[in-house]
């Protein structure tokens, strides 16, 4: 049963540190999604990829925030340095393009809290 | 994407059919509805999508009406398994040659399966 990971699961950090996120799509999926959930926004779209190219990332902070793919198998996000409105999960996602549609596929999700 | 407008909440009794509505009014022929859903604490998973036909897999069936201004996600013998938040998206299908097309999720509707 193919799965999308993240890791980790948790972390706690305290302000002003760095944070990296990282995320195994499933096996041939060609597009990657970052969101963040939190109680007060909901679901948002940080930064999406296909083929391992960035195609949209306005939804990021620019100064603190990063994605990369740094191959077909690895996506990461990083925060520096991390804040504590940070707070959050933060889910990746994958997911084939057809002309069909596109299905996307969650991790199990980053829970990250900035102290 | 076209607006979509659930209920915030509905109960359904245990091994009894879940009905989830969604109206869609503003749909184009172009857009597909999709079902997703988010247990507490876990990533949202993917349910089911079509568009204009009905479609039905081994989670559950989506009566689309003629119209397309609506649709319903149907749960034919729900569980406590099933108690989550649902959401309905309208959006249109991205394309193997062409630009991903990120989710956005609305509130959804809270179910609640009681035992």
């Known amino acids: 049963d193919a799965r999308v990971t993240q890791t980790p699961r948790h972390k706690v950090t305290e302000m002003g540190q760095e944070v990296t996120m990282r995320c195994q799509p499933i096996l041939g999926h060609n597009t990657v999604f970052w969101y963040r959930q939190t109680m007060m926004q909901g679901l948002e779209l940080l930064a999406y990829f296909r083929n391992r190219a960035p195609l949209d990332d306005s939804g990021m902070p620019k100064d603190r925030f990063s994605a990369e793919m740094p191959d077909a198998t690895l996506a990461t996000l990083k925060i520096q340095p991390s804040e504590p409105r940070d707070s959050a999960v933060y889910f990746c996602a994958s997911g084939l393009g057809t002309s069909g549609g596109e299905t996307q596929y969650f991790g199990p999700g980053t829970r990250l809290l900035v102290l | ?115």
């Not at chain 2, 597909?32 to 568009?51: K, T």
């Not at chain 2, 959006?91 to 990120?102: E, F, I, K």
């Not at chain 2, 989710?103 to 959804?108: D, M, N, Q, R, Y």
């Open chain 2, 1 to 115: 994407d076209a607006k979509t407008t659930q209920p915030p909440s509905m109960d359904c009794a245990e091994g009894r059919a879940a009905n989830l509505p969604c109206n869609h009014s503003t749909i184009s022929g172009n857009e597909y509805v999709y079902w997703y859903r988010q247990i507490h604490s876990q990533g949202p998973q993917y349910i089911i999508h079509g568009l204009k036909n009905n479609e039905t897999n081994e989670m559950a069936s989506l009566i689309i009406t003629e119209d397309r201004k609506s649709s319903t996600l149907i749960l034919p013998h729900a569980t406590l398994r099933d108690t989550a938040v649902y959401y309905c998206i309208v959006r249109v299908a991205g394309t193997a040659g062409g630009s991903a097309r990120q989710l956005t999720f609305g509130s959804g509707t809270q179910l609640t399966v009681l035992p």
